[in-house]
């Protein structure tokens, strides 16, 4: 009878990882979750500062160009 | 597919950004992403910087993940596509070169060190795994040593299933005939 095609491989397992390093893993990668989401009137805020930016880019290249062209 | 209850339970408490769920999916999964990532890579140094950062992307997208993620999967999507940049990157810098000459194992005594004395089986399986091409080697490591079904693995490497099942197959043979040698 043919092997079922996912049958496990008979492999040694791998040596762990050392126990320090896997905490200093599991340390570094939870103080990534720790940086709490922005509130919302931040988030706010810094929506509307990028509008504000956007609109000053706007303007200056505008204020350049007309008088080039216009 | 039915997802397993822990993971269900556990991506809701990432959501929440509960740190209990981050620590136990981190037990959970911690060992087996390092075994995948120590049998993909080849390299335990490189396994170990994937594994922190496949960790640092749960963490910083928990919160965001959907009610329905298969954790699992996500998790070896995750460690695996990192492999797959850092790959571009060594090319790109040259490392390349040092990581192709550091994986050329040619006998049973030269595999990667964290891997434990094996049969003699089973060092012909990890050299069967090793000199198999990358696309062989990923199914055989998702399906056969960490028993994903065929379709998550097919999810996780973004193929049909039956590109996966006939990598399957050819991985299948690849060892079959080490193992004959």
Do not use: C, K
């Amino acid at each position: 009878m043919s092997p079922d095609p996912t049958d496990p491989l008979p492999l040694a397992p791998v040596a762990p990882l050392d126990p320090a390093r896997v905490e200093a893993i599991r340390s570094h990668a939870r103080s990534m979750s720790a940086r709490a989401p922005l509130p919302p009137a931040v988030r706010l805020e810094t929506a509307a500062s990028a509008v504000f930016a956007v609109w000053m880019l706007v303007w200056a290249v505008s204020a350049v160009i007309v008088p080039v062209h216009g | 597919m039915d997802l397993p209850a822990d993971d269900a339970r556990d991506v809701e408490g990432l959501r929440r950004g509960d740190p209990r769920a981050f620590d136990a999916v981190f037990d959970r999964y911690q060992p087996r992403l390092w075994s995948f990532l120590v049998r993909l890579t080849g390299r335990t140094e490189v396994a170990e910087e994937l594994l922190q950062e496949t960790f640092v992307r749960l963490a910083a997208h928990g919160r965001r993940l959907r009610p329905d993620t298969n954790l699992r999967a996500w998790l070896f999507t995750v460690a695996r596509n990192l492999w797959r940049s850092h790959q571009r990157w060594a090319w790109l810098d040259g490392r390349r070169l040092a990581e192709l000459a550091s994986r050329t194992w040619g006998g049973a005594a030269e595999g990667p060190d964290q891997v434990a004395a094996a049969s003699e089986t089973g060092r012909a399986v990890e050299r069967a795994l090793q000199a198999m091409p990358d696309g062989n080697r990923e199914v055989a490591l998702l399906v056969l040593v960490e028993h994903l079904d065929p379709q998550e693995a097919a999810a996780v490497l973004g193929l049909s299933p039956e590109a996966v099942r006939q990598r399957l197959a050819r991985a299948r043979q690849a060892i079959a005939r080490e193992i004959a040698r």
